[in-house]
């Protein structure tokens, strides 16, 4: 029929769907015969409308053509329109192919749709537009691998994907080791066992041990030493608590008080809760080392006990302080002043001991005498040093003596002299000497000022009372020694400072030998 009556709308309504056509498979089928053996008239068959093909990458494109293709990139802002898929596009191709004439429907196959370039003219398929490189090619590829190559690439979104190199192939796993021969082996073993004897054992093993018994003996020696301080510190107090009750033991308790400055020679003070005394603790540099005393004081400043504590000093000589008691006894009922001495029992064979521990005893007497008194002699005015050396002198005359190492010189009313003399001490200060002497140059006093020496030792020799007492009845030249003196003008040095001790003895003759220039001058 070479025209076919068109159907009303509800004719194609009732009209039963045409099956889904069949793909072409490119071969000819050969025409049936009729019944009488002519050819039957062939109907042209209708082609089935090809489905789209899947997405093809740039990747896919420049292998199939050679060539690099660069397609147009989508406007931003638009979405790409996905290609119909599916029944949909099987019912769009039916209905456009439906209308057209059988003559005119060209064959479609898929080698066909390869050999078509990418950039042809006219209207291009959604599958074979050129994906741009950057996020629409990584969003629009469609398998997993290619998403890698986008992401694992170097210089993502600046170069298109499959035109760098390939990529390198794997380093070969490392062959493994050849096993050590017996030799080898027993050649380790030698150089073993030849630094276990010859460095291990003799050098190295004995240094480990004895850093490791030196760390672990320091550990313990540490440790004990926090446990034991505590208690050992405990215990002394305790021990000198005793001694301060043995030698006051009309006080019912003490308080401690406390300088407001140090003290050269003083470690502590200790004052009676009633009111009975004092206890001061007091040292002095002697033979071996320190030697400590305890001396208590009564209401009224006389000494009511002395104790000597432990110390250094040689066993058998200077150590009989402590357990002598004869001569720390010879001391109780003295008054507050100072001790010479030459006026005491020393103990024999320990001379320097003995005067240390009588250089304690007037140490701990100077510091009561100053600061429970209130009598001290370093705020003495020059006409207060005149009248302690000469009390029975009422007026002083000053006299004119020319010597270099005498400062001044004065006359009292009572026939006698006091004169200055000056020495360089130890550190080249000056260390002067007022000398009271009657008119046959034996000396009545002697005044120091020492406050140029080394504190603790030279510096407190001007309120040594007992240092300065040893003088009296001296006359020139007198000599400083520090042995057991044979002569009668010889003087015991202070202990630990015997420099200072010179220096005072050259002033103290300077003084004397200018008696007879001021004689003339008086």
Known sequence: MA????????????????????????????????????????????????KPAPKKTTVAAEKTDG???????KPAGKPA??????????????????????????????????KKPANAPGKESAEKKAVAPGKDAISTASTEAERKKWFFRPGNGETKPGTSAEEKPPKPPKPPKPPKSTEQLAREAAQKENFKQKIWAPILRPIVV???????????????????APII???????????????????????????????????????????????IQAYAPGYGGEVPVMVAFDADGNIAGVQFLEN?????????????????DQFVGMPNQAIVPSEVDRISSATVSSNAGITAINAAISTYNKYVLGITSDAMTPEQVRAALLPDATTFTQLSV??????????????????????????GKPVTAAVAMDPNGVILG????TSGETQGYGKEMSSDQAFLDSFVGKSAPVTITTTPATDANAVDAVAGATVTSDAVGTAVNAALAALPSAKEAG
Request: proline letters at 8%; one cysteine or more; glycine letters at 6%.
């Open 312 to 328: 250094d000093e040689t066993p058998g000589l200077g150590q009989q302080l402590v357990t002598d008691t004869a001569f720390a």
């Open 3 to 50: 025209e076919s009556k068109k159907k009303n709308p509800a004719q194609q309504a009732a009209a039963p769907k045409a099956a889904a056509p069949k793909k072409a498979t490119g071969k000819t089928v050969p025409a049936k015969k009729a019944a009488d053996g002519s050819p039957a008239k062939q109907t042209p068959a209708k082609k089935a409308p090809a």
């Open 81 to 114: 329109t996905a290609p119909k898929t599916g029944t949909a596009a099987a019912k769009t191709t039916a209905g456009s192919t439906a209308k057209k004439p059988a003559a005119t429907q060209k064959t479609t196959s898929a080698a066909a749709t390869a």
């Open 402 to 427: 020319t010597a270099p190492t005498v400062t001044e010189a004065w006359k009292g009313d009572d026939g006698n002299y006091i004169i200055y003399g000056e020495a360089p001490g130890i550190y």
């Open 233 to 279: 510190e405990h215990n002394t107090s305790q021990e000198a608590d005793t001694v301060r009750q043995k030698l006051l033991p009309q006080a019912d308790g003490f308080v401690q008080i406390y300088f407001p400055e140090d003290i050269p020679n003083i470690t502590s003070m200790y004052q009676a809760t009633n009111g009975a005394g004092y206890v």
């Open 446 to 449: 002697v005044w120091l000022d």
């Open 67 to 73: 060539a690099k293709t660069s397609a147009p990139k």
């Open 210 to 228: 004895l850093a490791a018994i030196c760390l672990v003996t320091s550990f313990l020696l540490a440790l004990t030493n926090q446990i034991t």
